[in-house]
């Protein structure tokens, strides 16, 4: 359905118009390691894939806005307006492009016009790929380039952290909406979260692919444990604050979490700091050993990362571990973990180009075996970054 054509005409019958909308494409992403250190000031390793979120666009001469999704037909034209972009439940998904416009307008940018936006997504929903923060990075630049904006990408990106954390209420970090906003083609962006300093790592696979298993077991970010695992987090830091003059758990080494780890009362809170510090540093190892070429080594620290979220942040589940033991037993794979926030959502694994077909059958039928169902697989291009598409994207 990424056929742009398609999604032209589809975009005239819905709106009923003749006019050539503007066509915007937001990437999903997948993380290649450090997770869950995001929030905790540490480094994570993310790159953009070739599936996302399409937009279209014609602006309207009043304030009216209009959203539609062919992901959620049922939903039919959501209708809002500039003068009122308060978060309202009936508007379901068309809050985080509501959100977005909502907080450029704030931020200074003037819009006056309002718009007809069709959107359509081929992420998986509900995948962890990250459909939320490609929802509001295709709508940032959608609204930017419509309206002649020129805005930044990095006060973007960051626009589109407080609509997931204001507004919609979900307490995430920055890493989503950088890695979608900033993505480079054939490269991964080590990004500090503290500092939103980063580096693009080329990713030479040549022999390999990295396969995107979709557990689909349905995961929601809001309803899942994860601002529990981030209080906990914030208890421990606290803890080690009394002794250590630290703003966040990503400013520690392993040796001085070691060194001060007694002074963390609680037990599983101590096991959360000891992964997102331990986590932390396996990210900046993949750094150099990717820089270097040695994808083997990089392979060990993508299973060290998968222990560590299954034992210390135990936000795997029965799911995720069953296809990530799997692909750890099967020829051709270099390495292999859960991606996203975890409870559901998808793996990702580093396969041999021709272990491929091999891979999705064993991991099939121990998945279906065990849990019931099948996974989805994925092959994940790593491309460019939100944008307009040109003529040549479009072909």
Same mark, same amino acid.
């Given at each position: 359905?990424?056929?742009?054509?398609?999604?032209?005409?589809?975009?005239?019958?819905?709106?009923?118009?003749?006019?050539?909308?503007?066509?915007?494409?937001?990437?999903?992403?997948?993380?290649?390691?450090?997770?869950?250190?995001?929030?905790?000031?540490?480094?994570?390793?993310?790159?953009?894939?070739?599936?996302?979120?399409?937009?279209?666009?014609?602006?309207?001469?009043?304030?009216?806005?209009?959203?539609?999704?062919?992901?959620?037909?049922?939903?039919?034209? /959501?209708?809002? *307006?500039?003068?009122? +972009?308060?978060?309202?439940? @009936?508007?379901?998904?068309?809050?985080?492009?509501?959100? #977005? =416009?909502?907080?450029?307008?704030?931020?200074?940018?003037?819009?006056?016009?309002?718009?007809?936006?069709?959107?359509?997504?081929?992420?998986?929903?509900?995948?962890?790929?990250?459909?939320?923060?490609?929802?509001?990075?295709?709508?940032?630049?959608?609204?930017?380039?419509?309206?002649?904006?020129?805005?930044?990408?990095?006060?973007?990106?960051?626009?589109?952290?407080?609509?997931?954390?204001?507004?919609?209420?979900?307490?995430?970090?920055?890493?989503?909406?950088?890695?979608?906003?900033?993505?480079?083609?054939?490269?991964? /962006?080590?990004? *500090?979260?503290?500092? +939103?300093?980063?580096?693009? @790592?080329?990713?030479?696979?040549?022999?390999?692919?990295? #396969? =995107?298993?979709?557990?689909?077991?349905?995961?929601?970010?809001?309803?899942?444990?994860?601002?529990?695992?981030?209080?906990?987090?914030?208890?421990?830091?606290?803890?080690?604050?009394?002794?250590?003059?630290?703003?966040?758990?990503?400013?520690?080494?392993?040796?001085?979490?070691?060194?001060?780890?007694?002074?963390?009362?609680?037990?599983?809170?101590?096991?959360?700091?000891?992964?997102?510090?331990?986590?932390?540093?396996?990210?900046?190892?993949?750094?150099?050993?990717?820089?270097?070429?040695?994808?083997?080594?990089?392979?060990?620290?993508?299973?060290?990362?998968? +222990?560590?979220?299954?034992?210390?942040?135990?936000?795997?589940?029965?799911?995720?571990?069953? =296809?990530?033991?799997?692909?750890?037993?099967?020829?051709?794979?270099?390495?292999?973990?859960?991606?996203?926030?975890?409870?559901?959502?998808?793996?990702?694994?580093?396969?041999?180009?021709?272990?491929?077909?091999?891979?999705?059958?064993?991991?099939?039928?121990?998945?279906?075996?065990?849990?019931?169902?099948?996974?989805?697989?994925?092959?994940?291009?790593?491309?460019?970054?939100?944008?307009?598409?040109?003529?040549?994207?479009?072909?």
């Amino acid at each position: 359905m990424t056929n742009i054509n398609v999604l032209t005409s589809e975009f005239q019958s819905i709106f009923n118009t003749t006019n050539s909308p503007r066509i915007f494409f937001a990437p999903g992403r997948i993380n290649l390691i450090g997770e869950h250190t995001d929030y905790n000031g540490g480094h994570v390793f993310p790159a953009s894939i070739s599936y996302g979120t399409y937009a279209l666009a014609v602006p309207r001469k009043d304030q009216k806005l209009r959203f539609y999704s062919l992901n959620f037909p049922s939903t039919g034209i /959501i209708q809002s *307006d500039l003068s009122n +972009l308060a978060f309202n439940e @009936a508007d379901d998904w068309a809050n985080y492009p509501k959100g #977005m =416009i909502l907080y450029m307008k704030e931020a200074g940018y003037e819009i006056n016009q309002g718009a007809d936006v069709l959107f359509y997504g081929n992420i998986p929903n509900g995948a962890g790929l990250s459909s939320s923060a490609s929802i509001e990075l295709a709508t940032g630049v959608l609204v930017s380039g419509l309206f002649n904006l020129n805005m930044e990408r990095i006060p973007m990106i960051k626009l589109g952290q407080q609509v997931e954390n204001k507004y919609i209420g979900v307490n995430s970090g920055i890493m989503d909406q950088f890695a979608i906003g900033m993505g480079k083609k054939d490269h991964a /962006i080590l990004l *500090d979260c503290q500092t +939103l300093d980063y580096k693009y @790592a080329p990713i030479k696979l040549k022999e390999h692919v990295i #396969m =995107i298993i979709n557990t689909n077991k349905q995961r929601t970010l809001a309803g899942s444990k994860y601002n529990e695992r981030r209080s906990q987090c914030e208890q421990a830091l606290s803890d080690l604050q009394k002794e250590l003059s630290i703003q966040s758990l990503g400013e520690l080494s392993i040796d001085q979490f070691e060194t001060y780890k007694h002074l963390i009362k609680d037990e599983v809170n101590l096991k959360r700091a000891k992964h997102a510090v331990y986590e932390n540093a396996r990210t900046l190892e993949a750094l150099e050993k990717l820089q270097q070429g040695d994808l083997n080594r990089f392979g060990q620290l993508m299973n060290e990362s998968h +222990l560590s979220l299954r034992d210390d942040y135990e936000v795997t589940g029965v799911e995720l571990d069953t =296809i990530v033991q799997t692909a750890w037993e099967l020829d051709g794979v270099l390495g292999a973990r859960m991606t996203g926030a975890g409870f559901g959502g998808c793996a990702i694994a580093i396969v041999e180009n021709d272990k491929v077909d091999d891979f999705k059958e064993s991991i099939n039928n121990t998945y279906r075996e065990k849990i019931g169902y099948e996974a989805t697989f994925y092959t994940a291009t790593i491309g460019d970054g939100a944008k307009e598409l040109s003529k040549e994207d479009q072909l």
